[in-house]
């Protein structure tokens, strides 16, 4: 089933958005990346704190953050479905946790369209809906719901690059959790969001900022690896950034 905005002139299955997005997926020429994270935290007592964070992304399924300093070795690692936790070297915890946006992304550039699509639907989105708005003055493809329905889980894709914008997640009745990505810029061909920020029912509540974005052809495989973890990292203090 689809819905569509009254504005659209043009009509779309929800199979010919996947396949749009397929078809997209020379905007990737770049599959990994670095860059050094500046965090603003709210905290409820309307206090705020900034941090440092130091990712390192690998299309499809691996993303590594290192908190405050890398040599402290506080870092989660998500690789595939899962999620490891690190505390001064130490693995403290690791569970089976898929990353939402390594989920999307990651599926756009390995998976076939209808697989996909099937692994949407098991994340929890409804994928029968792909409706129309605008956000940001731009027209936009929204995945799982219609315009104005923010109980159903979804994301939202520029109409024109088919990058993702924002996703909405519903954590209860009364909670919303609103990503939204912001700041694109070209990197050898690919769009890259340099600013996220997370919203819990309209209310900022983190806001993070991505400087030195520094595409690589491939990391070294150790850096994701929950064995080999600490024994080597992209980031080098002393060159000039």
């Known amino acids: 089933m689809l ?18 997005l397929k078809t997209s997926v020379n905007r990737k020429s770049v599959q990994a990346f670095s860059f050094v994270q500046r965090t603003v935290i709210y905290n409820k007592d309307a206090t705020t704190r900034e941090e440092t964070w130091y ?15 890398p040599k402290k070795q506080n870092t989660s690692l998500h690789r595939n479905d899962s999620t490891y936790s690190f505390r001064e070297g130490q693995l403290v915890n690791s569970r089976f946790r898929p ?14 369209a209808e697989q996909l699509k099937d692994k949407l639907a098991k994340a929890g ?66 769009w890259i969001e340099s600013r996220v920020k997370f919203l819990e029912n309209n209310k900022l509540i983190q806001d993070e900022f991505y400087l030195d974005i520094t595409p ?14 600490f024994e080597c990292h992209w980031y080098d203090p002393t060159k000039t950034r």
């Open 99 to 112: 990353n939402e946006f390594l989920t999307i992304e990651g599926g756009i550039l390995s998976l076939t």
């Open 3 to 20: 819905f569509l905005s009254p504005s659209c002139a043009t009509s779309q299955t929800p199979e010919d958005f996947f396949k749009k």
């Open 216 to 229: 690589v052809r491939k990391f070294d495989e150790r850096l994701f690896d929950p064995h080999r973890l």
């Open 55 to 69: 990712e390192a992304v690998q299309y499809p399924d691996k993303l590594r953050i290192d908190f405050l300093d």
């Open 125 to 190: 989105y409804d994928v029968s809906i792909v409706s129309q708005t605008s956000w940001n003055s731009r027209p936009v493809y929204i995945l799982g719901a219609l315009p104005n329905d923010s109980q159903r889980k979804q994301c939202w894709f520029d109409a024109e690059h088919l990058y993702m914008v924002r996703r909405l997640m519903p954590r209860n009745d009364t909670t919303v959790l609103d990503v939204q990505y912001e700041d694109f810029k070209k990197y050898k061909g690919s």
